[in-house]
């Protein structure tokens, strides 16, 4: 079946729609992100952009959302012996939100505007 | 010519005073070779000496970047200090500890002179247990990946006059080969073994310039805290009382101990920041020895917060 105009259009608004609650819900995550950083003291360490005097994200790329659930759950296992385990504070979702916003100060461009 | 004579005694005496003060910055001394110095390697205590290496030296000679024993620098040093690494405990024949021998290793322990001569206060453990040094030994004599020959390009300790002068405060002491036993396991004495060497007290107590390394008990302040240190954002932190006090533990249980020496996490859910070391080698029962050895001590009012 070819599809006519208006059906196409449907599509289209619909697929707009899905992706604007995507990218809400992505945006609700990381704002929900934010705030467990800055209220757990990842940013003691990490300082509000991820860097001071920890940098978090030199190889933040390179590690899944599963590896850095775990990570931050039990840094010792991976040998890290500076950053408390947040296992019994922080819950899965809090993690997830944190996994999100983690990556966004990452991102060199975004860390420009944050810098200004 | 009574002019001229003032002068010369005047020179003399800022020399003179220049000289004790180079002599009271005293960093080296000469390489005791004592006869005898007993370590033996145990290679059925390897397992154990892995743990105990990285228990008592991980936190300042471990490093997550090369997920091995190559050093780094103490970034709690205080600038005026000057800039402090940890060495290399590899077995690099370049900048690791193979030219070490076993002895060597002992006698720093033992008095806190390296082989060269050099006065390092923070390795000082004269209580450290002859099982546990010939633990540690076998486990840095292996083949394992912590310890496998890697170079180490991060530095070398430079200290300030400053800092040389704070450091030569702490006298190296005279090598003996008087046998130490390790403590029994769950008691007092295991817990006081730990705190010793774990090195609590020395940032615990009042100050790193008033311990008393052979009897940690009589340094100044013992375990009641208000020690000055520099956080990660190098701002100071008071170390806090860990007397039984109100301004101390009072109130904290043995699970609390637990949870912040392995997790790092305090008893309000909140991070303990560095330079507190988190040490998840430590065992249940370590920490309630260390928890009821700490119990016993007396509640010193001094409130560090």
Not at chain 1, 20 to 34: D, F, L, P, W
Not at chain 2, 70 to 87: H, N, S
């Amino acid at each position: 079946m070819i599809p006519n105009k208006n059906t196409s259009l449907g599509i289209l608004i619909l697929m707009q729609l899905l992706l604007s609650v995507c990218c809400y819900a992505q945006h609700e995550q990381m704002m929900k992100g934010k705030q467990v950083f800055e209220q757990n003291q990842c940013v003691a360490c990490h300082g509000k952009d991820g860097t001071t005097p920890y940098n978090l994200s030199v190889r933040l790329d390179s590690l899944s959302d599963e590896v850095l659930k775990e990570f931050i759950k039990d840094p010792a296992a991976f040998g890290n012996r500076q950053m408390p385990a947040f296992r019994s504070i922080l819950s899965d979702a809090d993690i997830d939100a944190l996994i999100v916003y983690v990556r966004t100060l990452s991102k060199p461009d975004q860390k420009k505007r944050r810098r200004r | 010519m009574l002019k001229n004579r003032k002068w010369i005694i005047r020179s003399l005496m800022v020399l003179l005073s220049c000289l004790t003060l180079l002599q009271a910055c005293r960093m080296n001394y000469p390489v005791e070779r004592p006869a005898r110095v007993t370590v033996v390697r145990r290679p059925e205590l390897r397992a154990e000496g892995k743990r105990l290496t990285m228990l008592m030296c991980g936190s300042c000679h471990y490093d997550a970047k090369t997920k091995s024993l190559t050093g780094k620098q103490m970034k709690d040093a205080p600038g005026i200090v000057g800039k402090v690494f940890a060495a290399n405990l590899t077995n690099d024949p370049s900048t690791g500890i193979f030219h070490y021998s076993d002895q060597e290793l002992k006698v720093l322990f033992r008095t806190g002179i390296s082989r060269q001569g050099k006065l390092m206060p923070y390795m000082l453990r004269p209580n450290l247990a002859d099982e546990d040094i010939s633990a540690i030994i076998t486990f840095l004599r292996s083949d394992d990946a912590l310890v496998a020959p890697k170079p180490n390009t991060i530095g070398k300790t430079k200290y300030t006059p400053i800092g040389k002068f704070g450091i030569s405060r702490t006298k190296p002491l005279r090598y003996t080969d008087q046998p130490v036993p390790k403590p029994a396991a769950d008691t007092l004495a295991l817990g006081k073994y730990l705190v010793d060497n774990l090195a609590c007290y020395h940032c615990h107590s009042k100050s790193f310039l008033k311990l008393d390394y052979q009897s940690p008990e009589r340094s100044k302040g013992y375990m009641a805290g208000g020690n000055r240190l520099k956080g990660a954002d190098g701002k100071t932190i008071v170390t806090p009382n860990l007397t039984f006090h109100e301004t101390g533990l009072k109130g904290w249980t043995e699970n609390d101990l637990i949870l912040l020496l392995r997790q790092g996490i305090t008893r309000d859910k909140k991070i303990v920041r560095p330079p507190m070391p988190i040490l998840p080698e430590l065992t249940d029962e370590e920490i309630v020895s260390m928890y009821k050895y700490l119990r016993k001590l007396p509640p010193v009012e001094n409130d560090t917060q």
